[in-house]
C-alpha cells in the first residue's frame, strides 16, 4: 500500500521560514510527479507546486501566490520530496498535503494526483 507521510509543520511568525518533507513509499518515486497542495480552513483545496523529473522532460510548476517564496525539491535516493517556504504570510497559513501521481502532470487540478499524505498543519502569525 503506497503511503505519503508528510512533517515538518508547525507555527512560524510572519517572514518566517518553515520546512516539510513527505516521504513517499513509492517503487518507482522517479517517474511519479509530486505535488504538494494546501486547504485552508472554509477553503477549497488548492495547489502550491510540483516537480516532475522524467521522460520527456522534467517540469516545475508553482503557483502565482508561492512563486519567488516556496521551493519543491525531491532527493530520489531517499523517496523524499521537499516544499522550503520563505517569506510566510498569514495567508499561507493552511494543511499542506503532499499528493503524487504517475507520469508528468502539468494540471494543478488535485483529480490528477493518485495517493495523497494526510497533511500537515502550517500556521503563520502575523
Known amino acids: 500500500q503506497v503511503q505519503l507521510v508528510e512533517s515538518g509543520g508547525g ?20 517517474t511519479y510527479t509530486m ?15 510540483s516537480q516532475y523529473i522524467g521522460w520527456p522532460s522534467a517540469a516545475t510548476y508553482y503557483a502565482d501566490s508561492v512563486k519567488g517564496r ?11 520530496v521537499y516544499l522550503q ?18 507520469g508528468p ?6 483529480g490528477a494526483y493518485h495517493y495523497w499524505g494526510q497533511g500537515t ?3 503563520v502569525s502575523s
Open 11 to 30: 507555527l512560524v511568525q510572519a517572514g518566517g521560514s518553515l520546512g516539510l518533507s513527505c516521504a513517499a513509499s513509492l517503487r518507482t518515486f522517479s
Open 70 to 80: 516556496f521551493t519543491i525539491s525531491r532527493d530520489n535516493a531517499k523517496n523524499t
Open 121 to 123: 498543519q502550517v500556521t
Open 85 to 102: 517556504m520563505n517569506s510566510l504570510k498569514p495567508e499561507d497559513t493552511a494543511v499542506y498535503y503532499c499528493a503524487a501521481g504517475r
Open 35 to 49: 505535488g504538494w497542495f494546501r486547504q485552508a480552513p472554509g477553503k477549497e483545496r488548492e495547489f502550491v507546486c
Open 105 to 110: 502532470i502539468s494540471t494543478m487540478d488535485a
